[in-house]
Each structure stands twice: as structure tokens, then as C-alpha cells.
């Protein structure tokens, strides 16, 4: 699984959240555990395989918050209280 964070720029409220995560939804079907902060200023979830950074920055762009970063890493699922 591979772990995309997004820092996002423009979150003022939980419709704000709501937002992101319907854009994100959108542009990754294959998305799961879709969350975002307003609080942390970004955006997260899940793929089995690397999503297209450009994409899914000017889809963020387009709803007129503003993408700062976009970072993937390996995501390991952990188990019951963190362990594996």
C-alpha cells in the first residue's frame, strides 16, 4: 500500500474537509481511508499502487484550495494497539 499525504492550503471548516475528500474521491476511485485536517493543513489516504502527483494537485487546485505538497510513502498496516 502506498501512503499519500497532501499539505493543502484554504481549509477553514469541516464542509472545507468534506470538499477535499469528495475531489479526492473523484480523482483516485481507487482511493481508501480518505481523510482530511483542517487543523494539520492536509489531506491523506490509501492506494495499492502510485497516483500521479500533477493529477491529483490540479484537482485540488481546481476546487480552488491550494496544493502545496504531495508525498507518497510505503504504508504497512499495523494491527490491533500498533502491532503487526
Known sequence: ???????????????CEAHICDTIRKAVPTAKKVAASRGKK????????????????????????????????PYEKKGLFGWK
Do not use: H, Q, W
Not at 500521479?52 to 487546485?61: L, N, Q
Open 42 to 73: 492536509e489531506a491523506s489516504f490509501l492506494t495499492e499502487a502510485p497516483v500521479d502527483a500533477e493529477m491529483i494537485k490540479s484537482a485540488i487546485d481546481a476546487t480552488g484550495y491550494s496544493c502545496l505538497s504531495v508525498e507518497s510513502n
Open 1 to 15: 500500500m502506498i501512503r499519500t499525504i497532501l499539505k493543502i492550503d484554504g481549509m477553514m471548516c469541516g464542509m
